[in-house]
């Protein structure tokens, strides 16, 4: 498989880019005996970040000579696109949408802050039904990250998130008006958006969102589509180079889920 910023080696398939290009590479090798190497030239880089690659190409490149293939899962949507790190549906796909028509790669990072400045102001969310694992639930939603990895925008979103427990990490990010969506943005940033009355957090094998205007979505920080959409965690899907210090990733060639999945507790929504 080939893609920009990706190209083949042996039996891995190496992405240099940002997480987008990951995303494309990442296309090519889902349930395929082909690893996934990550050198990262992108601006956040936040799958780097997670898993500890080096920032710095020449390092990372370096250490895809020594690291281990490991498995982690990726999420699946109903429109048939893998994601490595997370969905974002609403607020967050909107800000990509904008950013996009603002010239993106010619502003880079100031594309997504101007956007996201202007789109705080006007952007209300709708009214949506929610599916987890086909527990039906209405709410309004401003943004709803369906999570694979902890970071989101280089923050934690939830620190039980982990890439190989077969399970999404949902957050909901509900309410409407101004004071409402700035207290969601204060306690993001102050690591406390968990705490707050208007978030929930749950987690779910299979995600579906029916809302009453069409609600944006973006996957690895590409947009994808608008609302209705499902999303599917595809267990051990991922054949990739992980550092040997890296905290995540099912043993190459062996599939168990272990007791996290198994375990793990979907509080009923309130």
């Given amino acids: ?70 498995r982690l899962d990726v999420g699946l949507t109903s429109t048939g696109r893998y994601f490595l790190l997370w969905s974002g549906i609403g607020f967050d796909a909107e800000v990509t949408k904008q950013a996009e028509l ?68 949902v957050v909901l990010f509900g309410g409407r008006g101004f004071l409402t969506k700035l207290r969601h943005v204060l306690g993001f940033f102050a690591g406390k958006h968990l705490q707050l009355p208007k978030v929930l957090r749950f987690t779910a094998r299979t995600v579906s969102v029916f809302s009453s205007r069409p609600l944006p979505v973006q996957v690895d920080g590409e947009l994808i589509g608008t609302t209705p959409m499902s999303f599917y965690i595809q267990p051990a899907a991922l054949r990739i180079l992980l550092p040997p210090t890296a905290p995540y990733g099912y043993p ?12 793990a507790h979907d509080p009923s929504p309130p």
């Avoid at 060639?253 to 999945?261: E, F, H, I, M, V």
Wanted: aromatic letters at 8%.
């Fill in 1 to 70: 498989m080939v893609s920009q910023g990706g190209f083949l080696t042996g039996f891995a398939a190496i992405a240099g880019g940002g997480d987008g290009t990951v995303n494309e590479v990442l296309q090519g090798v889902v349930h395929t005996g082909t690893a996934l190497g990550v050198i990262p030239l992108g601006t956040a880089n936040v799958f780097a970040r997670e898993v500890g690659i080096p920032l710095d190409p020449l390092r990372a490149a370096e250490l895809l000579t020594r690291a281990e293939v490991r």
């Fill in 102 to 169: 603002r010239f993106k790669r010619q502003l880079g990072i100031l594309a997504y802050i101007a956007a996201a400045v202007r789109t705080f102001f006007w952007f209300e969310g709708t009214r949506a039904q929610v599916a987890l694992d086909g527990r039906k639930f209405r709410r309004r939603v401003l943004l709803m990250v369906v999570a694979n990895t902890r970071l989101y925008a280089l923050f934690p979103l939830s620190a039980q998130t982990r890439p190989d427990d077969g399970l999404f990490d």
């Fill in 252 to 263: 190459d060639g062996r599939l168990n889920l272990g007791a996290r999945a198994s375990a």
